[in-house]
């Protein structure tokens, strides 16, 4: 099948042809035709397998027709994060670039002032987070009942965000008599009730899961000690050994303070690293983006909430620095990989107490992971010397250790760098400056809820003798 057997107009086709894709993927040849004869379609399918066109192509054949009105847009898509909508903008700036469509991007963390001129010149496209979206409604800047075609994507996502009230409040502002085209990578029961809500008679496409479908991903586990610093320790010769085949990475984290430490560390060590979390100003995270993209830089670590759905084409490796305590996590993670039928290889790190966390991932995706190197059994009594750290939180354990530590006790220490020459450590304390700074930014955002497992109190670390054990 090609995309001209799929009814696209031929300016979308010269478009596509330009960005060199021949042949439809599944989720595109499934939805294409539906959508552009203005049926509901609910697509379930996740990012990797070609699912931004799969709306984008038709949309801008039906917008072919038509122009838009001042503070009415014609079309509106809603996105999760910042990234995903700018993503899909950029989708519109490829495959558009024959048509001549006012693109409006309504986001947080830019002004308001420049999306409201965008808004008032009249959008043909809205691609926007719920929040903001409401926001601008809220201002009176924006009208919805001109709303031909509404997209809702990675539905599931917005459901962890708790985006799901916004989204219904958004469908009610707008004319029951539009197209609707929902995307999500799992139906869970509220997905289901959202659909049976608001999509007509909707054509369903499925497209098997990229961790089913993804053969060509080599998946390790790789054990690590206890100790605060192993993990750190262990992912540097992970990827010292993988050497020239590691093109670029993304190194995943579960919370957003353990993005920043492991940042830092990388740098020391002379990493070429880069960190994308969600306190990050939306310039930095996109800046940062950019140069990962272009391959200005080697290493990208991030939390799931920041890098969900990124698109960046031939990611050689995903590190899991830490092991997602939601399996379907690890499946979006490992799908950074191996994409578009190239091999990819995905490492998670495991210590003794991830083994529940892995045991669910392994029966999600219905396979044994197998080990690098030997389980965790295999570790020396030598590995797992410090089960228990004392007081203070693991990743700063050493630091609050160490204390006013000496000379030689420094140079112990397995996770310090060698010293370096003066400007390049001039350059990495400013990008470490500047991963701080934006740490420091206010408090997250409702969809950067990715550190809602900080530790209160104690943390991970209660003593052992204020644990109750069994029932009281
Ligand atoms: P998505 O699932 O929308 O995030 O797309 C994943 C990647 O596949 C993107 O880099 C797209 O540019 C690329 N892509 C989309 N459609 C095709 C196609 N028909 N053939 C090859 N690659 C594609």
Redesign the pocket.
């Given at each position: 099948m090609t995309?001209a057997d799929l009814g696209l107009s031929p300016k979308v086709l010269s478009a596509?042809s330009d960005?060199g894709?021949?042949?439809?993927?599944p989720i595109?040849a499934g939805a294409i035709p539906h959508a552009l004869e203005g049926k509901d379609v609910l697509g379930i399918?996740?990012?990797?397998?070609?699912?931004?066109?799969?709306f984008v192509l038709p949309m801008l054949t039906r917008l072919e027709r038509g122009r838009a009105r001042a503070r009415m847009p014609r079309t509106l898509i809603l996105e999760p994060t910042r990234e995903l909508a700018a993503?899909v903008e950029e989708?519109f700036v490829k495959y558009g670039k024959n048509h001549r469509l006012n693109i409006a991007l309504l986001i947080g963390g830019v002004s308001f002032d420049e999306q409201e001129r965008k808004l008032e010149r009249g959008a043909d496209v809205l691609i926007a987070t719920p929040g903001r979206l409401l926001d601008h409604f809220e201002r009176g800047k924006l009208l919805l009942t001109g709303v031909d075609i509404l997209v809702i994507d990675e539905a599931d996502r917005m459901l962890d965000m708790g985006f799901i009230p916004d989204i219904e409040r958004i469908c009610k502002l707008i004319p029951f008599t539009r197209q609707t085209l929902f995307f999500s990578a799992t139906m869970p029961p509220e997905i289901t009730k959202l659909t049976q809500q608001f999509l007509q008679a909707p054509v369903r496409v499925e497209v098997s899961r990229p961790a089913t479908a993804a053969v060509n991903i080599t998946q390790r586990l790789v054990k690590a000690g206890s100790k605060p610093w192993a993990k750190r320790e262990r992912l540097r010769e992970l990827i010292r050994a993988e050497g020239d085949e590691v093109k670029n990475a993304i190194i995943f984290c579960n919370r957003k303070t353990e993005v920043a430490t492991l940042f830092r560390s990388l740098a020391r060590h002379e990493f070429d690293a880069g960190a994308l979390h969600g306190d990050m100003d939306q310039r930095a995270r996109m800046m940062m983006l950019e140069n990962f993209r272009k391959g200005n830089l080697k290493l990208l670590v991030a939390s799931d909430v920041a890098a969900r759905?990124l698109?960046i084409?031939a990611v050689s490796h995903v590190f899991n620095f830490d092991v997602p305590t939601h399996a379907e996590d690890y499946v979006h993670r490992i799908g950074r990989t191996g994409?578009?039928g190239r091999s990819g290889k995905a490492f998670t790190i495991v210590t003794r107490a991830d083994k529940k966390y892995v045991a669910g991932i392994e029966k999600l995706i219905g396979q044994e992971i197998a080990w690098l190197d030997g389980d965790l059994s295999t570790l020396t009594a030598e590995d797992e010397a410090e089960e228990r750290p004392r007081r203070g939180r693991t990743g700063r354990g050493e630091r609050a250790r160490g204390g006013r530590r000496t000379a030689p006790e420094k140079a112990k220490r397995p996770d310090e760098a060698a010293p370096k020459p003066a400007e390049d450590r001039r350059r990495r304390k400013d990008a470490i400056k500047s991963s701080n700074e934006a740490e420091q930014k206010k408090p997250a955002p409702k969809q950067e809820r990715e550190d809602t497992s900080a530790p209160v109190g104690f943390g991970d670390d209660i003593p052992d003798f204020m644990k109750v054990h069994g029932k009281v």
């Open positions: 995309f596509v960005a894709y021949t042949e439809p993927t595109q399918a996740q990012t990797g397998t070609g699912k931004t066109a799969s993503q989708n759905g698109d084409p994409r578009a």
